[in-house]
Structure formats: structure tokens, C-alpha cells
């Protein structure tokens, strides 16, 4: 499978069809991510079989809230990252230092199944650093996971090659995708990365049929103007659908931004109001406690369906169903 996501050149050289960046490297040079390497004109990860962290969360910490919410998720994370966010929570497994170590131990496959099976856990994530730069490590899990009936789920920003979505799409059942701006020059100064790129694949997967929810870290001022918002909010309901559930959450001080401010509860909300008024039936508000933003109300009768407390999470409609008027909520329930 890696064979078909690099190109050998006759000068030596190897094109990484990864993601979108499409690395070309020199022998012995890294990709952007860092953990990827051209060895004798051959593409090799250092992270094959490394992982930093693993722990069974809540799946609304990914945030998951229309896929078996109140379930727990054994999520799984490796190292490295082909952006170099500003703003990053986890610098330090996302950026490989300048030694070259990749921080981590040796996991294969089969241990992070059987951990995931000791635990019960019903789903699996691929999650805390970018999971598309760990791509073996990731197919193979998640192939041996469906094989056992545990469903495997990306938190991912989204910029990935249509090749690397190809090879994942039939051992993907769901993806939280993060579109950290609607503003290109934002993406190039704070990201490293570009807007576009990360648009074609929330609309292509949707296409594939994944479960699929967004999520939009709002830094004040910086991507919160309400013009930014409002086309954003437009992209999810034209291009997505109105049922595509979206969490505008709260920035806290992190990486090279430490010590810009916090996001108030107040813009939070007003995101919130935005997209509601864009016609997004699931607008969610996270990093934060909002009564505004946590539960999921019937789009039709607007009663509540499913009711949080933080990540406390009580499902009052049997199967995704208004309790009162029968509709059905969209996600995945059981």
C-alpha cells in the first residue's frame, strides 16, 4: 500500500503522494512532516510502529457528538505533522525536535488491537498528532479493527492526498475534519498549509459516506470575524449539508501563541448564533461550559434529545430518535 503513495525519481529523488504538500526529496532528506524520509531513493516512516500516547476517552472529546455518543473510544496517537500550527496543543509530539528522535514507543498493530479489545472499547481513534503522516501504522490497525468489528475514526486536518483517501476509505467509518479558517492567507501564515486542499476533501468525505463532523478553533482576532464565519458556516451547509454537525471551540494559550488571550464565551456564542442562522441544525460549542452550545435539540419539534454535561452524556431517543415526535436524528447510533 505505501508503494502506491510515493514516486521513485530517476535523479533519486521520491515524491511522497501522502497528502498535499507532495514532498520531493533528496536521498536522506525529511518531508515537511518530519517523520517521513527518502532512504536510498526509497520512502521510509519513522513512525511505522511508534506511538506517543494512547488512552480510552469519551468520544465527545474528539469531538464525535452523532457517533455512538456517550461511548468510550480507545484513541491512539503517533508523532508528527505535516502543518506547523502557531497555535498547536501538542507541540510536542506534533513536531519531531531537531535531533531527529521521534519521541514514543514501539507498538505494532496487534498490540494497539488487543489494548482496544481488553478494554471493550467500539471504536477506535486515530487522533492527538495529524494520523494521515502515521499512515501504516493507521491502515493497519484499522483493517485488523474492522476485521474484529471495532469501527476506526480520524481526527484529522483534513489535508491529505485523494490517493491516501482512496486507500483509507474503506477502513474509515468517521472523521472529525479541522477547518481552522475560511481565509487562505490565514492557513499560509499560521498553518503552513493552504485553505483549498482541505475544502475538496471535507467535500470528498462526505462523498465516501463517513460519518462526518467539523471542528473550527476560534483565536480572537485572528479567525472570528463574523464575514469569515457567516461564508464558513455557508461552505458546511451548501457543500456538507445543514445535518453536518459543526464545533466552533474555545482557544486557550498553546505553542507559539501562549500568550494570546483567550477565546471569550461571548464570541463562542455569537459563532454559534451564526451558524444556527446559516441553517445548521448542529451547532456545538467546546473547550468551554455553554448551556447554549451542548445538547442536540430536534431539528422539528426542537425537543432535546441528547442532554451533556461537560462529557456526561445521556441519549434520551432510542436509536438517534426525537423522543417526542419520532424523527430521526442524522448520525450513526448503534
Known sequence: MLAAL???????????RLCAHRCRLRKGAKGICGVRVNMRGEMVSLVSRVVTAAAMDPIE?????????GSKIFSVGSAG???????CQNNNIAHVPENGIVPGKRAAPEDLLAHALANHAQTLAFTYNEPTVFFELLYETAGMAAKKGIRSVLVTNGYMSKDCLTALSRCICAANV????????FYRKYCGGHLQPVLENLKAIKKLGWWLEVTTLVIPGLNDGQAEMEALAAFIRDELGPDTPWHVTGFHGAHLMIDHPDTPLATLEACWRIGREAGLNYVYIGNTRS??????????CNALV???NGYDTRVRGAEGKCPKCGVQIPGVWK
Open 61 to 69: 472529546k474528539k469531538p464525535l457528538y452523532h457517533f455512538l455518543p
Open 178 to 185: 479541522d477547518l481552522k479558517s475560511f481565509s487562505e492567507a
Open 81 to 87: 505533522c505535516n502543518f506547523s500550527c502557531h497555535f
Open 291 to 300: 448551556p447554549l452550545g451542548s445538547n442536540t435539540f430536534c431539528p422539528e
Open 6 to 16: 510515493w514516486d521513485s525519481q530517476p535523479d533519486g529523488t521520491v515524491v511522497c
Open 306 to 308: 441528547i442532554e451533556r
